[in-house]
């Protein structure tokens, strides 16, 4: 289930620090036995440049909160959940430490051919995990991810909040260039969710046989 797309006030000023405030106010609203998680506000805190887009896209998926991880944190396999890319290869490190660079090569149809990223973040406690695109033949320069898992222990679900920043290309809005990406950002996260949700349901039958 999706639960929401959040983007900050348009009347945020460029080079302010953006919390995505309507964001966190409806994470902690719609989940009250996670309102003392401050993972959520720590790391989808971004700096907004000038002629930059900043948004977030929240699913919830019931799943184990290591079936979906188990899924999100390979960097070497995106295109596990990220159907909009058909193939990537590690370019520098292993892929599982940070500073890995990755090549990623995007499906026809959409305006870019492929994407160099970097892992900026990686962490197993937190379940958070960052990259930055640094190259490659695409619109979206000084693009920054960042995706977190939440548990939440009463509905035995798991929140995934991804949020980012990005330039915005020329001859784009702001609201244009989110537009886009929220688009792609959400299809992921959907295709995340009946993956992991999948998942857990064939660890189940194989448990009870």
């Not at 953006?18 to 409806?26: E, G, N």
């Not at 890995?100 to 026809?108: A, K, M």
Request: with cysteine; proline share 5%; charged share 20%.
């Amino acid at each position: 289930m999706l639960i929401a797309v959040h983007r900050p006030s348009s009347a945020v000023t460029d080079g302010d620090s953006v919390q995505v405030p309507t964001m966190i106010a409806s994470f902690q609203k719609r989940f009250p036995s996670l309102s003392r998680d401050t993972t959520a506000a720590r790391f989808h805190t971004h700096e907004v440049g000038p002629n930059q887009c900043c948004s977030a896209v929240i699913q919830e998926i019931s799943a184990p909160i290591s079936t979906v991880w188990s899924v999100v944190r390979h960097f070497d396999n995106p295109q596990a959940y990220k159907h909009f890319l058909k193939s990537c290869s590690v370019i520098d490190g292993d892929g599982g430490n940070v500073g890995s660079l990755r090549q990623v090569h995007v499906v026809s149809g959409l305006p870019a051919a492929s994407s160099t990223e970097r892992l900026d973040i990686l962490d197993d406690e937190r379940h958070v995990i960052s990259f930055s695109v640094v190259g490659g033949d695409h619109r979206l320069s000084n693009y920054r991810s960042v995706t977190t898992l939440h548990s939440s222990p009463i509905s035995g679900t798991v929140v995934v909040v991804e949020s980012y920043v990005v330039d915005v290309p020329p001859g784009n809005t702001k609201e244009e260039t989110c537009d886009f990406v929220d688009v792609i950002v959400r299809c992921n996260l959907q295709s995340l969710a009946k993956i992991a949700e999948s998942s857990a349901v064939e660890g189940k039958k194989k448990k009870s046989m």
